[in-house]
């Protein structure tokens, strides 16, 4: 049986919260101290990044698996993801021999 699935990158979703952190200490950081346009600005920003981590972490990652035992009674698992963006990569290889 194979499978192919679109998931999050956890490397892309660690990246965004990463870049959202940074971003949302400069309104926190400056509140009171600067223009309410300056403020106003980084607001926005911030309401653009969440934007951007709710539509953009769908489907970035494609899982690719396969579960299945042969005529002999080999028995194989593999997992393979990829993520199109980042380029973040896993596998995952087993195969055992079943009794017969």
């Known amino acids: ?4 699935n679109w ?8 990246l965004l919260e990463q870049k959202y952190n940074v971003v949302n200490e400069k309104p926190l950081a400056s509140y ?3 223009q309410a346009d300056d403020c ?4 926005m920003e911030l309401d653009h990044i969440r ?3 709710e539509e953009g972490l769908r489907t970035t990652m494609r899982e690719d ?7 002999t009674g080999v028995l194989t698992i593999t997992y393979h993801a990829y993520c199109e963006v980042c380029g973040f990569e896993s596998t995952f290889n087993q195969q055992e021999t079943a009794e017969t």
């Not at 998931?7 to 660690?14: G, L, N, Q, V």
């Open 1 to 4: 049986m194979s499978v192919i």
């Open 7 to 14: 998931a999050i990158c956890p490397r892309c979703k660690r």
């Open 32 to 34: 009171g101290k600067i």
């Open 40 to 43: 106003n600005k980084a607001v």
């Open 51 to 53: 934007r951007d981590e």
């Open 65 to 71: 698996c396969y579960i299945g035992m042969d005529e």
